[in-house]
């Protein structure tokens, strides 16, 4: 399919921002406050631990570390299991819900990873000073620290969210400028190679940075307006 260029452009316009919201949103899974909200939660459990470790029986941890990796095995094979349907299904609706389910299963299981290696950290706590009833409790985070690094995680995440809607909103207006045929072949090409549309410069395709044969450059020459 032939753009005019000025369609050429929106499209170059609307996959640059495609990418930016990829970049935006990884970004918000690995924001540094969410680093520090996870060392205050460490430190928080690890303080806890030692004041709690000697009313825990090793019997006790042990069976909730069963629970952990057996519920923790689940979640991996259903991931596996969603990731082979999803190489072998070709309908839509049935990828995006497939996708949506292994995203949730990845959430559910880094929450229980995070649960057992707290458990161990404990159990290994446990063997090492077994006998800590003759030592006085330590203090424990009142909660203070915890809760002001969520506050700036929390804003943090909703600053790299209006930064997202924004190119969002920008994607539509373009989309609402192109004829439908032309956002639809974007919609499939980026839903089925991650990239809605890319340059060509001389025989470079920037999208994948391979140098294109005759054959391809022809047959794009002479592809229907």
Known sequence: MKCSVQDQKRLLDMSRLHNEIEVLEARAVNLPEKQRLDEVLRQKALARSRTVTASITLSEMDAELFKLNSDIAKLRRREADDRRRLTVSADRERRRDLNHDINAAQRIRARLESRRDDIESQRDQHLKTPDRQDQPPEMIDSGDSVAAARRALD???????????????KVQVIKNELPDEIVEAYDIQREDHGVGATQLIDRVCLGCLMSLDNATLTAFRQAPV
């Not at 804003?155 to 909103?169: F, G, L, N, Q, T």
Request: no cysteine; proline share 0%; hydrophobic share 35%.
């Open 155 to 169: 804003d943090s995440i909703m600053a790299v969210r209006r930064r997202i809607d924004e190119k969002h909103r």
